[in-house]
């Protein structure tokens, strides 16, 4: 296994931090229960938030018990259309990069269910649960559009985060009459909520016109100026806490109603507030994966090369907003096709909006491309492998410029032969093991892009030869903490435990959004740059110094290394960092970074994280019953900081990825609008007797381009192949081909 893999340290810009696989820095805290997670805060005084939501879909509130509710013993007060008072911006606008449209009681109408329709604030939790219960709504109920067919199709101005709606590439029809074998086929994926163990939840309190938060969020600085925005103060004047996440996938990064609620609630008591979702209440406000019908029609010459590769997928949104699964795009970056062809188009159903979730566009989109390819293998009667080996894109498909690094042919191969690959029969339902199941092997690529965000970073050394970095970073549960401290370490020429690592908090230099498997990236180069600035600067001091023993070495001339900074021809000519502030009479010295990437590269570059996986499944032949047996993934990612938390993310994908291809749906009633299995009883996600031994290997790769430290991103690449993986190998037990997700025993059965 990987855990042996040695990884370069004798690279130029790498320190001895990076590449260890240490253990989580704030697991300790975890595990003893003393990291506070936002609904842990009881500030004196304050009271309790419940949100009241609609259980209808569609229409309007008629009435709601207000007086039932106040006259119950402990409820303070009951916020509601009525008495609620206006925002200084628009809910119902989108503002910012990441804006979202939301209800925060805005009005009467019902546009989704689980939608927030009031706000019951109590001295206890129970009291406020007991209020909103006597609330009692009655509604205007108009009928509910719930599937894709039955609500409004329209052209999406753009899907995902801004990106296009469509693409074309070469010329489609003429790579379609030169197919001599085709592949035309539909999947379909289901909507999907991110679930994330702890649920959203907030403390409000005002003081004057200044505002603290404690809140789980994933993009704190960005989020800090999105609040009070919608108060009418300075972004100075809020103050935002979160330095543990229980969990976010996505849902953690945008705006919300029952946030913005919760702020409200604070200043009309003038009290501290305390708002925590129920699990069903998961369901509406805050976000989901939006579901997907995706066409994909393949045409391959009489070799099995590519010949059109043509994707567009149909993706549900609400109403009111416009967040578009960018699905089809996952057909861009991965195979050579002269033609490729990507449109996406969009429903309107009653439904909470839609949002970026755990590799958003990229994970349906590749469940579907990579089953479409394994039938298109099997039509040109090819192995799998070797058809994805016969259309390696040498260049970027899409744009057709150069990787700025691409090791996904050593994925493969290493992946494969981790699996035992070789000797797989090409037709179904060929193996079986003692007990009659029938054992399928599949496979998928996994590819995700390499963004970064703009972030900031801080450096101080201390004259005790320590260090405070900061930056308001969002560990989720991904370790951020761990590997951004390891890189700031080596930055600073410093060993890791000399390091004081501040995140989690907005008055902290931006670090970007936790999102877009970027922020290793993005944070990281930051704090690289910071620690970089300070060494700098210090040097400058000590070379200029007669009294020390590098004077006169030049910037140029003097390497930083455990607290040392040492003469490059003359490593007996060294001292201390704490020598040299102390010399000087300083008692800090501090650098400062962005986390940027040359514009050039970025511009000319394609840039992508690529990975393998393979699957084996056994399927009961009289039950149809699917277990996954074993599954690897080969993963090349750039530099790897922290192998252990790499390995970890990745782990945590591929089982997102079991997730997807075997159990998670959110179900609606057709007729009502509301979600039957908004729990986690119903709502299924896999169990530890889901997941089988699993391999995640890190195969090496050098990337002098993506940036400064060549790190690329691993929180998302591991769903992307493995949805494949999964449903190619189930085809291959069974002979049966599911065209939906997550695949289920009645659809295998005959
Ligand atoms: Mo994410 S969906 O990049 O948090």
Redesign the pocket.
């Known amino acids: 296994m990987s855990d042996s893999l040695a990884f370069p340290t004798s690279h130029a810009r790498m320190g001895s931090s990076s590449g260890q696989p240490l253990t989580r820095l704030d697991g300790h805290l975890k595990v003893t229960g003393t990291a506070t997670y936002a609904a842990d805060n009881h500030p004196q005084n304050m009271a309790h938030a419940v949100i009241a939501v609609s259980s209808i879909a569609r229409g309007r509130v008629t009435s709601l018990d207000v007086a039932a509710a106040m006259a119950h013993p402990g409820v303070i007060e009951v916020i509601t259309p009525a008495n609620c008072p206006p925002l200084a911006l628009d809910p119902d606008q989108k503002h910012g990069l990441f804006g979202f449209r939301f209800d925060a009681l805005q009005n009467d109408r019902v546009r989704y269910a689980k939608q927030p329709i009031a706000v019951v604030v109590a001295e206890t939790l129970e009291a406020a649960t007991e209020g909103a219960r006597l609330l009692a709504p009655t509604y205007d109920v108009e009928p509910a559009r719930m599937g894709f067919d039955d609500g409004e199709h329209y052209d999406p101005p753009a899907v995902g985060i801004g990106a296009p709606p469509s693409f074309a590439k070469g010329d489609l029809a003429a790579g379609h009459a030169a197919a001599t074998r085709s592949v035309d086929t539909t999947y379909e994926t289901p909507a999907q909520y991110h679930n994330a163990m702890e649920p959203h939840a907030m403390v409000a309190e005002w003081n004057g016109d200044h505002l603290t938060i404690d809140s789980p969020n994933?993009a704190i600085v960005m989020s800090r100026a999105l609040f009070a925005g919608y108060f009418g103060i300075p972004p100075e004047n809020v103050l935002l806490r979160s330095p543990f996440l229980g969990g976010?996938?996505?849902s953690k990064?945008i705006m919300n109603g029952p946030y913005i609620l919760t702020i409200l609630a604070a200043r009309m008591l003038q009290r501290p507030v305390k708002m925590v979702l129920s699990r069903d209440q998961m369901f509406g406000p805050v976000g989901h994966r939006g579901a997907t019908q995706q066409h994909l029609r393949l045409g391959m010459d009489a070799e099995g090369r590519l010949t059109a590769l043509e994707h567009n997928a149909v993706s549900t949104t609400s109403s009111f907003d416009d967040f578009i699964e960018p699905a089809a795009n996952a057909s861009h970056n991965i195979y050579a096709s002269p033609a490729i062809s990507t449109r996406h188009g969009a429903v309107r159903i009653d439904t909470g909006t839609p949002g970026?979730?755990?590799a958003?566009g990229e994970a349906s989109g590749s469940a579907a491309l990579e089953c479409a390819i394994d039938e298109a293998a099997l039509a040109c009667g090819l192995d799998p492998l070797e058809f994805r080996l016969l259309n390696y894109a040498e260049t970027d498909p899409a744009t057709g410029r150069p990787f700025s690094s691409k090791a996904l042919r050593e994925c493969y191969a290493e992946g494969a032969k981790a699996f035992g690959w070789a000797g797989r029969p090409l037709a179904p339902r060929q193996m079986q093991d003692d007990e009659g199941r029938l054992i399928g092997w599949g496979m998928g690529t996994a590819m995700f892009p390499c963004p970064m965000f703009p972030a900031s970073a801080r450096a101080t050394l201390r004259s005790d030869g320590t260090a405070l970095v900061e930056t308001a970073g969002a560990d989720m549960g991904q370790g951020a903490w761990t590997a951004l401290a390891q890189i700031a370490a080596d930055g600073l020429g410093l060993e890791v435990e000399r390091v004081e690592f501040r995140s989690g908090i907005s008055d902290l230099p931006d670090a970007g959004v936790?999102?877009?498997?970027g922020h290793t990236a993005s944070a990281g180069t930051a704090l690289h740059n910071a620690g970089t600035e300070a060494i700098a600067k210090l040097t400058e001091i000590a070379t200029a110094d007669p009294a020390s023993p590098l004077f006169g070495a030049g910037n140029a001339g003097v390497e930083a290394r455990n607290g040392r900074l040492y003469h490059r021809g003359d490593e007996t000519r060294s001292e201390s960092y704490a020598e040299i502030m102390a010399r000087a009479g300083m008692a800090s010295l501090e650098g400062n970074g962005t986390g940027t990437r040359d514009p050039k590269d970025a511009e000319e570059l394609a840039m992508y994280s690529h990975g393998a996986v393979f699957a084996e499944v056994k399927v009961d032949p009289d039950l149809c019953q699917v277990l996954v047996t074993r599954l690897v993934g080969a993963f090349a990612a750039g530099h790897v900081i922290n192998p252990r938390l790499a390995r970890s993310q990745l782990y945590g994908g591929m089982i997102w990825g079991v997730s997807f291809a075997l159990h998670e749906e959110a179900v609606h009633d057709r007729r009502s609008g509301r979600p039957l299995n908004a729990d986690l009883a119903g709502y299924h996600i896999p169990v530890h007797a889901d997941i089988p031994a699993m391999q995640a290997l890190l195969v090496e790769e050098d990337d002098p381009y993506v940036n400064v430290l060549g790190v690329k991103g691993v929180g998302?690449i591991g769903v992307t192949g493995t949805v494949g993986a999964i449903a190619n190998a189930i085809w291959h037990a069974t002979g049966i081909r599911s065209h939906r997700f997550p695949i289920r025993i009645e659809d295998l059965i005959g």
Not at 514 to 517: H, K, M, Q, R, T
């Open positions: 994933q976010g996938f996505g990064a970026p979730m755990r958003p936790a999102g877009g498997s998302e």
